[in-house]
């Protein structure tokens, strides 16, 4: 693997990694092994397949990425909460689960099945008849169902006009569909991760719409917990935002991951498609003595 592929710190170069997708092991429209394959198509050299409170597809993915020459880090997206908020947080795993992370895995599938149940019967309460045979429709195989499947059946069913309305209405933060409930504390997500050997990566931050405040608030509530890093880039972003996001992580010594959180193709999203890093002092993820050998760097003295 080319090590020019991830350089130690960010300058403002195009960068060959992605640490934030899906596949249909969760709620991406691809399989494990066609994302992998998009990966090497779009020129990446590393990527994480961070599926919803599964590794069910890292195998494969695995597997996929010899045939292609992309390295795969195995890595899961666990559901969280944190003061009334759901928050995700990725677990970037070079040595796989683990014991207490598996246990862990188990009960989120058991709290999705729960949640999936509660929402199905209050989207019935607004017209979705069968709710939650309709996501099970949408989902197109038995795997835990996630809000995203209650969106497609709430579009097919001529209730919103699209996704982004499904969520807006009745699947989004402090919505009808927005149950938390199911989800262990943000605290208790780390500790399986670090119990893994893994990094623990806050997804997303800004998508929460927190004041300045709040999200330093977040960030050390994080970072007591024990987390080490913190997706900077999520896609596509204001890059003033960045920036000060930036600031809070190098106040606090957090790591900067960053992914495109594909789901599927035809959308503006793609493996590797996302705003440029800009130069700063925060580390990369990848340069995380955990991470030393997945990625070909000397791990630090």
């Not at 779009?42 to 494969?60: F, I, Q």
């Not at 309305?165 to 009745?170: E, G, I, L, N, T």
């Not at 780390?190 to 990094?199: R, S, Y």
């Amino acid at each position: 693997m080319p090590m020019t592929a991830l350089p130690v710190r960010f300058e403002g170069e195009p960068l060959t990694i992605d640490l934030h997708m899906h596949s249909t092991a969760s709620d991406g429209a691809l399989s494990p092994e066609a994302v992998v394959a998009l990966c090497a198509e779009r020129g990446l050299t590393h990527m994480a397949l961070t599926d919803h409170d599964t590794m069910d597809g890292v195998a494969a993915a695995l597997e996929a990425g010899e045939a292609t020459g992309v390295r795969v880090l195995p890595a899961t997206e666990l559901s969280t909460q944190w003061r009334g908020i759901n928050l995700h947080v990725v677990g970037l795993l070079p040595d796989g689960a683990g014991p207490r992370l598996t246990a862990g895995l188990a009960a989120q599938a058991e709290a999705r099945e729960r949640r999936a149940a509660t929402i199905a019967a209050r989207l019935e309460k607004v017209g979705l008849e069968d709710a939650l045979a309709r996501a099970r429709e949408q989902a197109g195989s038995d795997r835990p169902l996630g809000r995203p499947d209650f969106a497609r059946a709430l579009v097919a069913a001529g209730l919103v006009p699209d996704m982004g309305a499904a969520f807006a209405k009745y699947l989004g933060n402090g919505k009808l569909g927005d149950i938390k409930a199911h989800w262990p504390y943000l605290s208790e997500a780390v500790a399986w991760i670090l119990d893994a050997g893994g990094v623990a990566t806050l997804a997303h931050p800004l998508r929460h719409k927190l004041t300045r405040r709040k999200r330093g608030l977040l960030l050390d509530d994080f970072r007591e917990a024990g987390g080490q890093a913190v997706e900077l880039i999520s896609g596509f972003q204001n890059p003033d935002v960045t920036r000060d996001l930036a600031r809070q992580l190098q106040e606090r010594e957090l790591l900067a991951s960053l992914g495109s959180d594909f789901h599927f193709p035809g959308g503006h999203l793609a493996p590797g498609s996302m705003s440029p890093v800009p130069r700063t002092a925060v580390a990369p993820v990848w340069t995380h003595p955990r991470l030393a050998a997945w990625c070909g760097l000397a791990p630090a003295a």
